[in-house]
């Protein structure tokens, strides 16, 4: 196996306003490899809707039978493949922190997000869906504003008692009920259903035992330098004077702000502008130009090309849409 680093998905799932990601995969009879050995930033949910499969986290390995579920963490190398090359399909939900809290610096990110990120807090990963019932379990069925649950899964319909995996599979299954390519009407629904999926999620994990690794100085000295770049996005920051504020040598920086932010410092830079711009095109009536100017970027054209390719509509577009 060659190093890590060549087997990363640089791919980012979702927009910069909602950093979530959805598809629906079916695959034929006599399929082998369902996909490589890869990672990604982002956390990830699978469940399977039809035959059977062997997926790989790591070192361990889960058969799932249809209904089954697996949650893997940021960072984790994971494959899958078939059984006897049965026909199969699935879903996968692939999202971000973000979609759960902006800031990791907040309260709420260092108490239920970090600690998953760094591995200090085990989440499980096989989630079945014969998961044994526990006592007084129930789960709200009140549905309203969501769109139709199809043949899948037909059996979490009706009941009332399921297991927290259940509860799990049951969110999940709600959002892959929204369009694939076309989450932003449902960005609600979506949100509010990984925070109940979290919640569960957090709720039934474990400390790592074996953790050794502890969140340096690095970590809380990345805050000032997160609060200037808020501060200053409408000017030209340079990547030499953020490691100064460290201080550190540039490729050093860099490491430790993807290692903890999940994005380089220019990446985050260019989402924070595109999001206050965002603010601008909804809250104001300033001709799109000077936007541009006012969120730090000094061409418009490549303004227009950002926030097409992060919001997956032009400016002009978002506007029109955020008018009622």
């Keep these: 196996m060659g190093s890590k680093k060549e087997y990363e998905e640089k791919q980012r799932h979702g927009t910069v306003e909602l950093p979530v990601g959805l598809h629906k995969m079916e695959y034929p009879e006599g399929t082998d490899v369902i996909f490589y050995l890869h990672w990604h930033q982002e956390f990830e949910f699978l469940v399977l809707t039809k035959g059977k499969i062997l997926f790989t986290i790591q070192d361990n390995e889960y058969e799932l039978n249809v209904g089954d579920g697996v949650f893997i963490n940021s960072n984790l190398l994971h494959s899958a493949r078939t059984v006897d090359g049965q026909a199969c399909s699935f879903f996968a939900v692939v999202f971000s922190y973000e979609a759960l809290e902006d800031d990791i610096h907040s309260p709420f990110a260092k108490k239920y997000i970090r600690p998953v990120l760094n591995g200090k807090y085990l989440l499980e990963e096989y989630l079945a869906a014969d998961s044994p019932i526990g006592p007084h379990k129930e789960l709200a069925t009140a549905r309203e504003g969501i769109p139709e649950i199809d043949e899948f899964p037909l059996r979490f319909r009706d009941q ?9 599979i049951f969110w999940l299954s709600q959002i892959s009920q929204c369009p694939e390519h076309e989450l932003g009407p449902y960005e609600l629904l979506v949100k509010s259903r990984l925070l109940s999926i979290w919640n569960l999620m957090y709720h039934h994990g474990k400390s790592n035992r074996k953790y050794r690794f502890q969140e ?11 609060a200037y770049m808020k501060e200053n996005f409408a000017y030209e920051i ?5 490691a100064e504020m460290i201080p550190m040598s540039e490729g050093q920086f860099c490491r430790v702000f993807k290692q903890h932010m999940k994005m380089s410092p220019m990446q985050y830079l260019l989402r924070y502008r595109i999001l206050q711009s965002c603010r601008l095109l909804q809250e104001t009536d300033k001709k799109i130009g000077e936007i541009a100017n006012l969120t730090g970027f000094n061409n418009i054209s490549y303004f227009n090309k950002v926030f097409l390719k992060t919001i997956g509509c032009t400016p002009k577009e978002y506007r029109n849409s955020s008018s009622y």
């Design 160 to 168: 009332i008692q399921l297991s927290w995996q259940q509860e799990v």
């Design 216 to 226: 340096n100085a690095s970590s809380e000295r990345l805050a000032p330098v997160v």
């Design 238 to 242: 340079t990547l030499s004077e953020l």
